[in-house]
């Protein structure tokens, strides 16, 4: 099975930004299966909107044994600052590897800067967002 590893480190703020491109890649990328590496932290709110989106930690050492066996990803998308470093050390593993550096100053939403990262047409709505009644739950981040 082909892997598509998402990295986006950050508190529930990043963590929730980062839904409308797990929604996308999910609905794009059926037959693979997506790993969110960030905070576990946030793991049921990630599981309550994308329950087959495997999550792991990028901050713990407490590793179980299913966080250190995993296929070597076909794609790697990376949610911070370019680092030489760790470009260099993700393309030994997989060369297919997409960067955003989030600019927080050009008055474009986070999501659909890092939506940019997947080279579809994408429209504004997403549908956990348009979810709405009163049996379902609502996140709001401001």
Known sequence: MNEIWVFRPGALGDTI??????????????????????????IEILNE???????????????VKTDLTFEL?????????????????????CLNVSWCEIEEKNNEWVALQMQS????????????IRK????SKMLIHM
Not at 49 to 63: K, N, V
Not at 86 to 91: A, V
Not at 117 to 126: A, Q, R, S
């Open 73 to 93: 990803p076909t794609k790697i998308y990376v949610i911070l600052k370019k680092d030489h470093l760790l470009e260099k050390n993700l393309k030994m593993i």
């Open 17 to 42: 930004l980062a839904l409308p491109l797990l929604e996308r890649l999910q609905k794009n990328h059926i037959n693979e299966k997506i790993i969110f590496w960030g905070s576990t932290e946030y």
């Open 132 to 135: 709405s009644s009163s049996n």
């Open 117 to 128: 990262l997947v080279n579809e047409n994408f429209d504004n709505e997403f549908s956990f």
């Open 49 to 63: 909107f994308f329950p087959q989106i495997e999550m792991r930690s990028l901050f713990t050492c407490d590793f």
